[in-house]
């Protein structure tokens, strides 16, 4: 895959003279948490961002699966979007706060899962529970994988709650809304706000945001993966490294 062009130049092979860039968080404009609970903000990449902002022919959208508190203590910049929990959680550039499901009534069906899957990782190492709200899962990190496999083949048994559906790797496994999609929230700010004639770009680096990539191509954008080595991907460019997407990003007149 090809190493990304810069942004002045992308808009030149597109023909545009505006963008709207949708940025994941982890792994891709920062490097990893130890685990998704630290919110660390970062003053360099925020001096970045704000100075993006400045431009009239941007426009800014931040799009993660953390919660919207954590991404708005990581990204306190108004005026832009921040999307939350895959896009379930938003906070348009004016502030306002929007929600596309209703919380109380979906967080039931989460309450019934999480001591169950507490207990299956309760007294073992390498596994964290984490409660996003929105979604509950269990990263498994240890080594051991005969115990990795146990763990996540018994919170597999659950019923899956009303309003939600379950999601799985070797290693992970996560309940979560279908509407938790950040393909979907591109769709939704795009359709929000109207930006004519600029170029939507999405940046990300995992699986979920393959959805994003789809969805910015779908319209003509442009999706960049952030990853060291090729793999099957919808995006059309790569950046190897959050350090490579800062450059990119520090380029940007
Ligand atoms: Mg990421």
Same mark, same amino acid.
């Given at each position: ?11 030149k ?10 940025? =994941? ?7 990893f ?6 919110? &660390?903000?970062?003053s360099?990449?925020?001096?970045i &961002?704000?100075? /993006?902002n ?16 954590? /991404? ?17 959680e ?5 502030? $306002? ?8 009534h ?19 190492d ?9 979604s ?8 051991d ?8 083949? $018994?919170?597999?048994?659950? =019923? ?10 070797? $290693? ?18 795009? $359709? ?10 999405? /940046? ?6 393959e =959805? ?5 191509q ?5 999706? /960049? ?25 520090k380029?940007?007149?």
């Open positions: 895959m090809k190493d990304s062009p810069s942004l002045q130049q992308l808009m092979i597109y023909q545009k003279e505006r963008a709207f860039l949708f940025l =994941d968080y982890d792994g891709t404009l920062a490097r948490a130890p685990n998704p609970d630290v919110v &660390l903000p970062d360099e990449l925020i001096d &961002l704000h100075e /993006i400045k431009l009239e022919s941007i426009r800014l959208a931040i799009i993660s699966g953390r919660r919207l508190d954590h /991404i708005r203590s990581l990204v306190p910049i108004n005026g832009i979007w921040l999307s939350g929990s895959y896009g379930l938003m906070i348009d550039p004016s502030g $306002n706060e929007l929600h596309l499901l209703e919380f109380d979906l967080r039931l069906g989460l309450e019934i899962i999480k001591p169950t899957w507490q207990a299956l990782i309760d007294r073992r390498g596994f964290y529970l984490e409660d996003k709200g929105w509950l899962a269990i990263h498994a990190n240890g080594s994988k005969h115990e990795v496999n146990l763990v996540l083949e $018994n919170a597999r048994r659950i =019923d899956v709650p009303d309003g939600f559906h379950m999601k799985y790797t070797h $290693n992970f496994i996560e309940l979560c809304p279908p509407k938790a999609d950040k393909g979907v929230s591109v769709d939704y700010i795009l $359709n929000s706000e109207s930006f004519e004639g600029a170029l939507p770009i999405f /940046i990300g680096d995992d699986p979920r945001d =959805d994003a990539f789809a969805a910015v779908s319209i003509g954008g442009v999706g /960049i993966i952030v990853v060291e080595k090729d793999r099957d991907t919808k995006a059309t460019y790569t950046l190897k490294r959050p350090e490579q997407v800062r450059d990119w990003l380029e940007i007149k």
